[in-house]
């Protein structure tokens, strides 16, 4: 069985009378890449938010890694990477200094250039934030979660609005970092992503878990009720003339 880093017990948070979590409880194992999947409005932020001690909960208990979070936020922030929201850099800033700054925040040395290797983005070293496309700062604003070396990284919906190869792209890149060792907490409302990407999901809606389990077993369970899709009547969709036509490779002109 697999170690439990992350157990979060009865979480509840209360925006004045409104209750956007309503007694969630959850375990994400070691090394795995769990899905918090829901519509938009869900709570899925709000339980990210609370775990990564940037937002108070109402009630419940959130243990990190061995760490409660009532008693010791400081230490769950310090083995932890969090993706910040993309309008949350210095736009004039340089992809190294940016980096520079975030390993002067966390205090921990940094070599910029190989970090952006792990992600893909060495040739835009000299760029700045502002001068990238949407999946190059998304995939930069996942090297920042890597700066200080952390046990579990949180991607709130890292791949809205991108496009399918930049999508595919990041894909790869949070495999790559689960492949290290690293646990990944991701929240999506892309079916398809988190068949791809997940070990186990967790379904949320209007702030309760309503099913948690690996994609497959969820899809195995919703077949023996005697479900069945209607049937495919083309071996391909869409997507797939798409990239076909256009190719896996990433399209980031600037
Ligand atoms: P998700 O990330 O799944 O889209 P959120 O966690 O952002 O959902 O929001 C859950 C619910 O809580 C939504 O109804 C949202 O409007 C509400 N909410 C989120 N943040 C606040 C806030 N700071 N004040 C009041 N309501 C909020
Ligand atoms: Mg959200």
């Known amino acids: 069985m697999a170690q439990t880093i992350i157990s979060v017990k009865n979480l509840t948070k209360k925006y004045g009378d409104f209750e956007a979590v309503k007694g969630i409880s959850f375990d994400v194992f070691e090394g795995e ?18 775990i990564e001690t940037l ?7 959130v243990i990190v890694d061995g760490i409660n979070l009532d008693k010791s936020p400081n230490q769950i922030k310090k083995i932890i990477g969090v993706q910040l929201q993309t309008s949350g850099y210095y736009p004039g800033l340089k992809l190294t200094e940016l980096i520079e700054l975030f390993g002067g925040l966390y205090n921990e040395p940094v070599k910029p250039l190989e970090l952006l290797d792990m992600v893909n983005l060495r040739d835009k070293a000299k760029a700045k934030f502002k001068e990238l496309s949407g999946g190059q700062k998304q995939r930069f604003s996942i090297a920042t979660t890597l700066i200080n070396h952390p046990k579990i990284i949180f ?13 595919r792209n990041l894909w790869e890149l949070v495999i790559d970092i689960r492949k290290k060792g690293t646990t990944v907490i991701i929240t999506t409302h892309y079916m398809d992503e988190a068949e791809v990407l997940c070990d186990r999901v967790a379904i949320i809606d209007s702030g309760k878990i309503i099913a948690m389990d690996s994609p497959d077993k969820l899809i195995d369970k919703l077949v023996a009720t005697g479900f069945e899709r209607p049937k495919e009547v083309k071996q391909a969709n869409l997507e797939d003339v798409f990239i076909n036509l256009t190719g896996h490779g990433l399209r980031e002109e600037n």
Do not use: H, Y
Not at 33 to 50: D, R, V, W, Y
């Open 33 to 50: 890449i769990f899905g918090l999947l829901g519509p938009n409005g869900a709570g899925k932020s709000t339980t990210l938010e609370i």
């Open 155 to 167: 991607l709130d919906e890292p791949t809205t609005g991108l496009d399918p190869q930049a999508r």
């Open 55 to 61: 937002r108070e909960k109402t009630s419940g208990e």
